[in-house]
């Protein structure tokens, strides 16, 4: 019997981790960017759209994944190009490349379209997408997979500019 309530215990804690260590994402809908950009008042981030059937995408995360460490708080949001139907699939691949712990956006709502149009007028779908913010929030948008260099570049011009504005 102690062994039964044990392994039950056991099964139920198991069942429980997943949930503990999953990634929260926001619905991303109409007025999701200007959330995000107020949020970030003078600060400069990376916003990176991705999905899960996109393998440059998977790769692109893997690499962002790596220099987590490296982004200073609230400088990279990323937002998947899926929608809630594909929760649970986005959730693993954030967690895989440790990534469940930055802001996660994932599309809400039947019109993709309509999100990418709000994102970026002439984006047309295309990914991986990402767009580097300056701390004016002027931003560069970048059509695929972004390489090691071009990330660790922004990551240094990030905190230069962090650095200019609090001194």
């Not at 712990?101 to 039947?110: Q, R, Y």
Request: aromatic content about 10%.
């Amino acid at each position: 019997m102690l062994i039964n309530n044990f392994r039950k215990s056991c099964l139920l804690l198991l069942l429980c981790l997943p949930g503990l260590a999953a990634a929260e994402f926001r619905s991303f809908s109409n007025n999701s960017l200007d959330e995000i950009t107020a949020v970030r008042n003078g600060q400069p981030f990376l916003l990176v759209l991705w999905s899960i059937d996109c393998p440059p995408c998977l790769k692109e995360l893997e690499q962002i994944g790596q220099l987590r460490a490296q982004f200073s708080p609230n400088s990279l949001v990323l937002i998947s190009a899926d929608n809630m139907a594909y929760a649970d699939e986005a959730q693993q691949v954030l967690i895989r490349y440790g990534l469940d712990d930055a802001e996660n956006w994932l599309f809400s709502g039947n019109f993709p379209e309509r999100l990418r149009y709000q994102i970026d007028p002439n984006w047309y779908g295309e990914l991986p997408r990402a767009y580097f913010y300056d701390a004016n929030h002027d931003r560069v948008g970048k059509s695929g997979a972004l390489d090691v260099a071009l990330i660790h570049q922004w990551i240094a011009a990030a905190k230069q500019m962090e650095k200019g504005t609090t001194q």
